[in-house]
């Protein structure tokens, strides 16, 4: 007998709850606030909404379905099912924070806040919620796939984001590293050639270059609309960033330090399926974390290698 479908609510704490658990009382926090010229009245405005979206959403799941919740921050002890239909309540960021836990389950986007948010991914009301969980679970959904960015280590470490992926310090100091590409010839080689026709093979494999900088992130078209686009347009690239639903990944390196050891020639590309963006580590410790989740980081020491590429995995998010 097949299991009955499973709503799975996913949340984030909110602003105001997070100021209740630090001062106690809705009054000291309130106090705290108008000390610094802000008023508590916005900040509980904003948790009522959420968690009337979530109540509402909550009470939209079928009689006959089984349901649960979970808060982000225990989204990596959390065990989801084939079964499931995942309902993300909040911003955009939360359906992130989510995407890296599932396989293949339909994702419902609720925007708990319209007007704040930019629904890119949570483009849905609460009030929806009583038709679209039904269309989901019915396995004829229109869903979006969206490229994933994967990080595999040569011990087998293994990580997944939907936006981006940091390799980089944990703290403020310099990354060492030689960046290089596997598989195919990727545009970035290709560009660099072009540019520069002595340069490419020079290093010790594909293009290898040694670098000293502030990290290197590489990311997917929805990832676009995020830090990637910030870093694109700060350096007024002419790169053509993918669309979310492209199996192609752009990356960057961030303000690359030129040195009689460590050059700047390969600081932008994007990677097609099957390319890898690789990165030898030459630094005592180096993390990589998605989406924003420091917490969830892979440890990278002397000598490790990580790369960088499209997942097979994608996020089915309902449309």
Request: charged residues 25%; without cysteine.
């Amino acid at each position: 007998m097949s299991l009955a479908p499973r709503a799975v609510l996913v949340h984030r704490t909110t602003e105001y709850e997070e100021l209740l658990a630090r001062h106690g009382t809705h009054g000291q926090a309130a106090f705290f606030l108008a000390a610094r010229g802000r008023s508590v009245d916005a900040v509980r405005e904003r948790h009522e909404r959420t968690r009337h979206a979530l109540a509402e959403v909550a009470a939209a799941v079928p009689l006959t379905w089984r349901q649960t919740r979970v808060e982000r921050t225990d989204l990596d002890r959390f065990l989801f099912g084939p079964e499931d239909v995942v309902v993300v309540v909040g911003q955009d960021g939360l359906v992130a924070n989510a995407a890296k836990y599932l396989a293949g389950q339909p994702v419902v986007g609720i925007d708990a806040d319209p007007g704040r948010n930019p629904g890119v991914l949570v483009r849905h009301r609460a009030a929806d919620a009583r038709r679209l969980l039904p269309y989901a679970a019915g396995g004829r959904a229109a869903v979006d796939e969206l490229t994933m960015v994967a990080a595999v280590t040569d011990d087998d470490q293994r990580l997944l984001a939907l936006n981006e992926i940091y390799v980089g310090p944990p703290g403020h100091q310099t990354a060492r590293y030689t960046l290089g590409f596997g598989g195919p010839r990727t545009e970035a080689e290709s560009r660099t050639e072009a540019e520069s026709r002595t340069e490419v093979g020079a290093g010790p494999a594909r293009g290898a270059e040694a670098q000293a900088s502030s990290g290197v992130l590489v990311g997917t078209g929805t990832g676009a609309t995020g830090w990637l686009r910030s870093l694109w347009q700060q350096r007024s690239s002419t790169l053509a960033l993918p669309e979310p639903g492209d199996a192609r990944l752009a990356w960057f390196v961030r303000e690359a330090w030129p040195s009689p050891t460590t050059g700047t020639s390969r600081v932008e590309g994007l990677l097609g399926v099957g390319a890898s963006l690789r990165l030898t580590v030459e630094s005592d410790r180096l993390v990589a974390f998605g989406d924003g989740l420091e917490s969830d980081a892979l440890e990278l020491t002397w000598g490790q290698t990580v790369d960088l590429s499209v997942a097979e995995r994608r996020l089915r998010l309902v449309g």
